[in-house]
């Protein structure tokens, strides 16, 4: 199969599948019709598009091998049903995504990038290094795979968060285009409000972002009530200092009359203070925020606080008019947290032995 990178058909817009298809002489409807079959029927064999003649699918096979520009390779659920998928891609790098159910929805958390360059001290994807940008279609087949393979009696994707591996604002193109086709009308026709990127604080993109005047959900991850220990776990602020974030995120909200969500990992003795509450609870005074607290995934020098801390320090933000939340746990006992089940997988899917999955075969 040849590989098409960012050109294959899964992270192509309907006109740009119809114009791919026009050279081969075929009208547009027969692109609008591969597209739904692609993104709303979401098969992952050629050979399942029933309507289409059989020298297109021929084509399409030949081209692109499969409608999935990744597979997945495994996946591990939890006792609390969320289920954590590593995806192969075409050159032997992995990625993953993390499947996350609720009553009456189910989120998909994405990647972006294989590994990272943010280098966040506490993030297991970031010290694991950058190795490249996902394509749009890399991207988009994290979420057609996951659709085509839960089972019908979960609740099917109805949200989807760039929360996974990389920095959605470092890879804006893509992520952008990954956005429209999941709002498509002929494929999932998912909201922009059931969608959310968050970014580490790149400040030009989230004003580029702003302009879009888009209603998709923005989250920063702040972690920090000050510059001296924000740089200190997160280099990306000493290029953009807390002050010219939060002013980035003004703009944001004055753009889209958007609420912004600010991510904020407790560490036990290092942001989680009394203090630090209320140091925080200022800074985010004059805006239209909301901060969801997370017990920091433990990794090497970062614990997470007792509960009743963790609890007290919400009480403080909440006292001082900030509205917060404190992100319950999932999947702890699959590795779930950002870039753990790539690290203990390693990068050769045939040396595990436990429970995998290989998707079907085109
Ligand atoms: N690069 C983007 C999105 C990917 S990470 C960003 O920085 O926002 C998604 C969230 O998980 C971010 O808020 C990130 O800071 C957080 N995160 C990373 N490692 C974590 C850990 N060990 N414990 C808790 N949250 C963590």
Known sequence: ME?????????????????????????RF???????????????????????????????QEKYGSPLACQIILQRESIDGTIKYLFGLFDE????????????????????????????????????????NLSTAEIVSQVNAVRAALPPERPRLSNIVFMGMGEPFANFEA??????????????????????????????????????????NLAVSLHAPDND??????????????????????????????RISFEYALVEGFNDSHGDAQMLAEILQDMLCHVNIIPVNPVEGFQRPEASRVQRFKQVLEAQGIAASVRKERGTDIEAACGQLRQVHGRTPSSRTERRMRSESP
Not at 34 to 54: A, D, E, G
Not at 180 to 197: K, V, W
């Open 3 to 27: 590989y098409l990178g960012k050109l294959h058909l899964a992270g192509l817009e309907v006109d740009q599948v119809a114009e791919a298809l026009a050279h081969e002489g075929w009208p």
């Open 175 to 216: 992520v952008m285009a990954a956005a429209a086709i999941f709002q498509s009308e002929l494929g999932m026709h998912l909201g922009q409000r059931r969608i959310t990127i968050s970014t580490c604080g790149l400040v030009p993109e989230i004003r580029r972002f702003a302009d879009l005047k888009t209603q998709i």
């Open 30 to 60: 027969r692109a609008e019709q591969v597209f739904r079959w692609l993104h709303q029927k979401v098969v992952t064999n050629f050979t399942s598009m029933h309507n289409l003649p059989k020298p297109l699918i021929n084509h399409l």
């Open 229 to 258: 220990r924000r740089s200190s776990v997160m280099p990306i602020n000493r290029r953009y200092p807390i002050e010219e974030l939060l002013d980035a995120c003004r703009y944001y909200t004055s753009r889209t009359n958007r």
């Open 93 to 132: 790098n992995t990625v993953e995504a993390v499947y996350i159910p609720e009553k009456d929805r189910g989120t998909l958390c994405v990647s972006v990038q294989v590994g990272c360059a943010m280098n966040c001290s506490f993030c297991a994807t970031g010290r694991s290094g950058f190795v490249r």
